[in-house]
């Protein structure tokens, strides 16, 4: 089964149709992939995806498990506007290595590489996407990015998927509030482990909840954190959990 949902929009109104919904810039599709999320009106997060200029139309590149609620949501929006949203038969393919013709860059960090959407099957070069995903706090959909996350809680402006000059989009208001009049109190950052714990494994800061651990590689995790109780040591089940310092 392919673990990636590549969806066609076409028609005279498509870009302005995703402009007005999602959190990043639709005219950046000019220079490659657009990473962006759609959002709840309350600024909650429904899906994150790729956007990709293809021929006349706008690729959308979304994950497998999203893509049915996705194509809904999209549907829902579209009302009137000469919108068309279909199924497409390219599959993407992704690697860290050479890059081949037509691939583009991961805009949300280098060493993620690249990605092609063309015929061929979904493939990727076998490269150890978790170990970089810890490695620079990349969060992943369905595992950091749940119905329950807030997309600057989630790290998503060093990731390149959020642009706060585009003007309105849905989720917006919240966002920009977060952005601009308050601190971070929650959010995603790196852990270092000591011990055995797996993702989903709950924290705690002398014995009051303080988050949640979520992808390992190594010994290092990404995790969750209130970040007033993540000042000292904190524990996951056994193992001890302390903010990477790096």
Known sequence: MSNRRILMITGSDATD????????????????LVYAALLTPQGKYIADFFLARQGDGILLDVAETLGDMLFKRLSMYKL??????????LNLQRGTGPAPEGA???????????????????????????AIRVAHCIPETGIELTPDSYILESGFE???????????????????????KTALRKGLCLVDVEGDAEPGTAITADGKPAGTLFTRSGNRAIAYLRFDRAKNELSAGSARVRMDQD
């Open 104 to 130: 583009l860059p991961d805009p949300r960090h280098a060493d993620l590489g690249w990605r092609r959407y063309s015929e061929a099957d979904e493939s990727d070069d076998g490269s150890d996407w978790d």
């Open 80 to 89: 009137r506007a000469d919108v068309q949203i279909t199924g497409s038969a």
């Open 17 to 32: 149709f995703l402009q007005g919904l999602v959190t990043n810039d639709i005219k950046g599709l000019d220079q490659g």
């Open 158 to 180: 060093a990731l390149n998927g959020v642009d706060f000059k585009k003007g309105c989009y849905v989720g917006q208001e919240v966002t920009a509030r977060m952005k601009h």
